[in-house]
């Protein structure tokens, strides 16, 4: 089995780029951890579609990723880097074959990993997929945070219209119909770039506790 060594690691729900991590993002330093070269289609259908990988594939990696301690040695159930010497990415794996997290990795270790995959064979992996994960690739992880707060906080008003009103009036002038939630979604997944951060910015300046418990929430 081949391994990469002393890397660091910030698993999450999605493979976030290196500049999208947050300060409280539990980042590891992983002493070693096995890997793999795959196929471009099979990268893509690991990060965009919800897949079952088979457990001959997946129980090779038991308890081979080490993490660096100051106690005695940590190792992480199922895991694995791979890459389609494009990029690398590394998999976290449920018990059932489930991807449970991701992560991308510091540029410095991607271009050394990068260069040493390039005279290395492609391993073919056997997986079964589910359906399509559903994934808005053109945000960043703060834009979606912030749609999920805005979104919230339209839920809490959806019994009060005209709160609603209000706000959307204060946000973007004239009401175009008098269905208020549409105008506030076509508004929003139509005009995103110019309407996200006038809501956003008008929540957080009129509901500073909401706000402030919601974007903790990860």
């Not at 992480?76 to 494009?86: S, V, W």
């Not at 271009?111 to 992996?125: G, H, R, T, V």
Request: hydrophobic content about 35%; some cysteine.
């Amino acid at each position: 089995m081949i391994y990469i060594y002393d890397i660091f690691l910030n698993y999450n729900k999605f493979a976030y780029e290196m500049f999208e991590w947050n300060q409280d993002d539990k980042i590891i330093h992983v002493k070693k951890i096995p890997f793999i070269v795959i196929s471009t289609d099979d990268l893509h259908n690991l990060l965009t579609k919800e897949i079952v990988l088979e457990n001959t594939f997946y129980e090779k990696f038991y308890c081979k990723t080490e993490i660096f301690t100051n106690k005695d040695k940590y190792y992480i159930d199922y895991c694995f880097l791979a890459t389609d010497k494009n990029e690398v990415v590394a998999f976290k794996i449920k018990k059932d074959g489930l991807i449970e997290k991701y992560s991308k990795l510091l540029p410095n270790d991607e271009f050394d990993i990068l260069n040493y995959s390039k005279n290395m064979a492609k391993q073919e992996i056997k997986y079964e997929i589910k359906k399509n994960k559903k994934i808005v690739h053109y945000k960043t992880r703060n834009e979606n945070k912030i749609k999920k707060i805005i979104y919230k906080e339209i839920k809490l008003f959806e019994n009060d219209l005209d709160k609603l009103k209000f706000i959307y009036m204060e946000c973007f002038g004239n009401l175009e119909s008098n269905d208020i939630l549409n105008e506030f979604y076509n508004r929003l997944n139509n005009d995103w770039e110019n309407s996200y951060i006038k809501l956003y910015n008008y929540i957080k300046k009129t509901n500073k506790f909401f706000l402030s418990n919601s974007i903790r929430k990860k």
